[in-house]
């Protein structure tokens, strides 16, 4: 159900994520760097259980019901969305426990989130394609596909241009750069 490309987009991001860590960004403290909005910023816990609501948990259930429903395409077309999350996630995790700077902890959800939108595209076009065509299943499925595709394509393009570019990518180039001049005066 994922592709080729999917697993080595996994394997080359993990990769870079090593080689820009030495290069690009290294880490300029021996102790870990806190997170760009705290530890316990109730609003932004409140946004990733949303979104691990949208962008996981439900469509892991849309892909279960599909098996037992025999909705092979639907299931194909989520499938990519639902490894790429949970491979960012896996990835995230790598690096706030790998001592990795902040700048290349941003890298993993701005590349993945980047990579996702064109997945999420896809996965919106085969449920449109299956209302287009003889669907012998059940209506309420497509209804369903459909809308999860669409939140989740409206989800995570917001997530990428309206939290992850405007706002926490500055935010945290501006830390690492402050620290970077302390550590170099």
Sequence with gaps: M?????FSFVLFSFFYMLFISKVAFPSLSPTPEPPVF????????LYVSLAA?????????????GILTGDKEGIK?????????GSQVFLEGVSVHGD??????????VLY???????????LRTEIRKGDEDFGGIVRRLHVGRG??????????YNLFGFLLPVYLPRAFKR???????VKD
């Design 148 to 157: 999860l595709a669409i939140i989740n394509l409206v989800l995570w393009c």
């Design 38 to 45: 705290g530890h316990n910023n109730k609003i932004l816990s």
């Design 176 to 182: 690492y750069y402050s620290e970077h001049h302390k």
């Design 77 to 85: 077309a989520a499938s990519p969305h639902v490894f790429l999350l």
């Design 113 to 123: 989130n980047s990579r996702r939108i064109f997945t999420l595209v896809e996965w």
């Design 2 to 6: 994922v592709s080729i490309e999917d």
């Design 100 to 109: 990795f700077s902040l700048p290349v902890r941003v890298f993993v959800p």
């Design 53 to 65: 609501l949208v962008g996981l948990f439900l469509p892991i259930a849309y892909i279960f019901e």
